[in-house]
């Protein structure tokens, strides 16, 4: 089961990272933008075992620490599937903008609906698509790992490549349609409930 949720803040983009670990302090990271030691630093102050490091989608702010972090720790990426593509192209994953476009691979890509297993956390792959054409989101235990999906209040832009408003609203209201409430991580801003989001979050209704 889940233990304990870390946040991180990090880069131009004030990106939420996340590193989540269970009680026999397995864990992964989640989206891991800015510099790796911050993520190495807290892995090792409190003897966790990485086993993956895990993206909701692959823009530049989501991955700045993802290839050093890969070597560091000698995990494997995972991303879903249909991600490949912005993982693979600098115009999508938008590192072009930053004057020096690169590519990337993931170590496995996740169907949809595919679980994976870390110590005694199960993670589920739901295919969210909108903000990118590979968005996911990620459900263990009571929490979902939204990235760039749902925001509290808010959802995530489709003005980018491969961004889709059509496709983002199907991916809120199979959200919206979940069974029962999670805790939302969002990869920008304060966490929140689905429950809330159903609620109050006008592009939920």
């Not at 949720?5 to 004030?14: A, D, L, N, R, W």
């Not at 990426?77 to 994953?93: C, Q, R, W, Y």
């Not at 020096?100 to 870390?118: C, N």
């Given at each position: ?37 911050q993520y190495v630093k807290y ?87 909108g903000h990118t054409c590979g ?25 980018f490549p491969t961004g889709d ?41």
């Open positions: 089961m889940i233990k304990n949720i870390k946040c991180f803040v990090s880069g131009m983009c004030e990106t939420n990272s996340y590193i989540i670990y269970d009680e026999n302090l397995n864990c992964v990271i989640v989206d891991p933008e800015g510099k790796a030691k892995i090792n102050d409190n003897g966790l075992k990485p086993a993956y490091i895990i993206l909701t989608h692959a823009h530049f702010d989501h991955i700045g620490a993802m290839e050093d972090l890969r070597k560091e720790l000698n995990i494997d990426v995972l991303a879903g599937a249909d991600e490949k593509k912005t993982l693979n192209d600098p115009h999508i994953n938008m590192t072009d903008e930053l004057g020096k476009g690169m590519s990337f691979e993931a170590d496995r890509y996740l169907a949809d609906g595919e679980e994976f297993t870390v110590g005694s956390m199960t993670f589920k792959t739901l295919f969210t698509p968005s996911v989101c990620f459900l263990c235990e009571s929490v979902m790992i939204a990235g760039d999906t749902l925001f509290m209040g808010s959802c995530g832009r489709t003005d408003w059509a496709q983002m609203t199907k991916s809120l209201t199979m959200l919206k349609n979940l069974e029962g409430d999670y805790k939302v991580l969002p990869g920008h801003g304060p966490a929140t409930t689905l429950g809330r989001e159903r609620i109050t979050n006008m592009f939920m209704r």
